[in-house]
């Protein structure tokens, strides 16, 4: 199964991401996940502030400046996992760095 | 003098309920369908053992009638190929201890109440599951020993069988370095369940 590992926290965890301890573990746990072939893809994604919201109704376009919700929970990030069941997503999503100052939340991929 | 045939297909609700719906768990991979096919099952025999009399090994009896039951229903569906084929996955290979080599524990139910009190469920969900499934309550009941209206509790127990489809909770018992922390859940469980035992009035199989 494909699970989406969603790498959350909000401001005061975003402090965390700078500091090197952390970052560093982090680089251990992809390499760890690659070589056991749970890691299909990963990214950190740039803060709220550089997002833009589109929305189409009718056939205009609209766009606004900024996340679509304004809350203090942000998503910094995305790992996309295969695993067996949710015991070893949860076991991958613990592991990661991530998850001792920020949190992580673990979604099932939609599939057929 | 033989058992009356009512008191002893109430005695197999009580005594069997939570391994035939086990059993099923694991042949099919759906717990809608297993726990309908026990329900099926028990059904039959109200109205076979008064005429054929008592089975000796009712608990058998009744695993194989809903067995055959839930065989038939996925062979009927239009899906039923496929759901066939990802039963042959899911079911846990016959091979002894297999799956729970890891643990030392064997047991359908054991498996069962594993599953139901998984920590990615809501504890409510968990006891809820667990009554439902292994001890056979209706959804009626749980909601009145949760004080909720029955609609609540029937949702409840509905996101908490989708949660384990799709969100892979799998459906064993743990590997040793994860039994510690989960069974403190289940012995939760089993706690409220005793005393839920307790407090309700002896019900016959619906």
Redesign the interface.
């Known amino acids: ?1 494909r ?1 989406m590992l969603l790498i959350c926290g909000d401001e005061s965890s975003a402090e965390h991401a700078a500091d090197d301890s952390v970052m560093a573990g982090c680089g251990g746990w992809a390499e760890e996940m690659e070589r056991r072939g749970v890691l299909q893809a990963a990214a950190g994604l740039r803060p709220p502030s550089d997002a833009t919201t589109v929305r189409v109704r009718g056939d205009r376009v609209l766009l606004s400046d900024g996340p679509f919700a304004e809350t203090k929970e942000q998503i910094g990030g995305y790992c996309l996992i295969e ?5 070893e ?2 076991e991958v999503a613990s592991k990661h760095a991530w998850a001792k100052v920020g949190m992580i939340e ?1 979604r ?1 991929l939609w599939e057929p | 003098m033989t058992p009356e045939p009512g008191a002893a297909v109430a005695r197999a609700f009580r005594e069997e309920w939570g391994q035939i719906v086990a059993t099923l768990i694991g042949v099919t991979g759906d717990w809608d369908l297993a726990e309908e096919c026990a329900q099926d099952a028990f059904a039959l025999a109200l109205e076979r053992w008064p005429r054929d009399g008592i089975p000796r090994r009712a608990g058998a009896w009744l695993t194989t009638v809903a067995r055959n039951r839930a065989t038939d229903r996925l062979r009927r569906e239009a899906v039923g190929a496929a759901k066939l084929r990802e039963a042959a996955v899911l079911s846990p290979p016959d091979v002894p201890g297999d799956d729970d080599a890891g643990s030392g524990v064997g047991d359908d139910r054991l498996r069962l109440m594993f599953t139901c009190c ?1 920590p ?1 469920l809501a504890l409510e969900a968990q006891v809820a599951l667990t009554l439902r499934t292994l001890a056979g309550l209706s959804t009626a009941e749980i909601a009145r020993a949760f004080l909720v209206p029955e609609a609540t509790m029937s949702k409840r127990l509905v996101r908490a069988k989708h949660k384990i489809r ?5 459906y064993r018992v ?1 590997p040793a370095h ?1 039994l510690p922390e989960r069974t403190t859940a289940v012995l939760g469980v089993l706690y409220l369940l005793f005393n839920e035992r307790g407090t309700r009035p002896p019900t016959a199989p619906t």
């Not at chain 2, 799709?166 to 799998?170: Q, R, V, W």
């Open positions: 199964m699970y695993c067996a069941d949710l015991d997503a949860i673990v099932p | 998984h990615a799709h969100a892979g909770i799998p743990p994860l």
